[in-house]
């Protein structure tokens, strides 16, 4: 029985400016603790018998996943692309708009178009290689847009479209 698995789709080359910031703020924090796991780990390492040494295995996978994160930031980062500018036609949805939708039930709901590095900041921001997302791009103010999944299908309407910081109520 094989352990491979398929790569992962690569995720957009796009970033804000304050998504690409969070990165390099987490890099350096990463930084940081790997300095505090590495003296904790040499300590539990001059403990003695290795095999036993519980401390010294939590640090030692614990190191693991901090070096794969540093490693992962280091080889995404350069290749990301810093996007500040609004688009001319601010009246079509594309990277970094703020979109209010109403669905089937009369519900509104506001997201706004990031990149696949910065979309758990918050949970209305939607990655760019979402479903959404992409059948969003390019719509215009009272569009209609179908999301189907295995489940169901989801009708939004555009209700409307912002750049900026954040979504202004008017």
């Known amino acids: 029985m094989s352990r491979w698995k398929a790569p992962r789709p690569k995720s957009s080359p796009y970033i804000m400016p304050a998504g690409y910031q969070r990165l390099e703020q987490e890099l350096k924090q990463l930084w940081h603790k790997r300095k505090d796991v590495v003296s904790?780990?040499?300590?539990?390492?001059?403990?003695?018998?290795?095999?036993?040494?519980?401390?010294?295995?939590?640090?030692?996978?614990?190191?693991?996943?901090?070096?794969?994160r540093i490693h992962f930031l280091q080889k995404?980062?350069?290749?990301?692309?810093?996007?500040?500018?609004?688009?001319?036609?601010?009246?079509?949805?594309?990277?970094?708009?703020w979109v209010l939708l109403e669905n089937d039930k009369?519900?509104?709901?506001?997201?706004?178009?990031?990149?696949?590095?910065?979309?758990?900041?918050?949970?209305?921001?939607?990655?760019?290689?979402?479903?959404?997302?992409?059948?969003?791009?390019?719509k215009t103010f009272d569009d209609e847009v179908l999301i189907r999944n295995e489940a169901r299908k989801i009708h939004y309407s555009v209700m409307d479209i912002q750049y900026g910081a954040d979504f202004v109520v008017d």
Request: charged content about 30%; glycine content about 6%; aromatic content about 8%.
């Open 76 to 97: 995404r980062m350069p290749a990301l692309n810093i996007i500040a500018d609004t688009p001319a036609n601010q009246d079509k949805i594309f990277f970094s708009a």
């Open 106 to 138: 009369g519900e509104e709901v506001i997201y706004r178009i990031v990149g696949a590095d910065e979309f758990e900041m918050d949970k209305r921001y939607i990655s760019l290689d979402s479903p959404l997302a992409q059948a969003l791009l390019k």
């Open 40 to 68: 904790a780990l040499s300590a539990a390492a001059a403990e003695g018998d290795r095999s036993e040494n519980a401390e010294y295995i939590y640090r030692k996978k614990e190191l693991r996943g901090i070096d794969g």
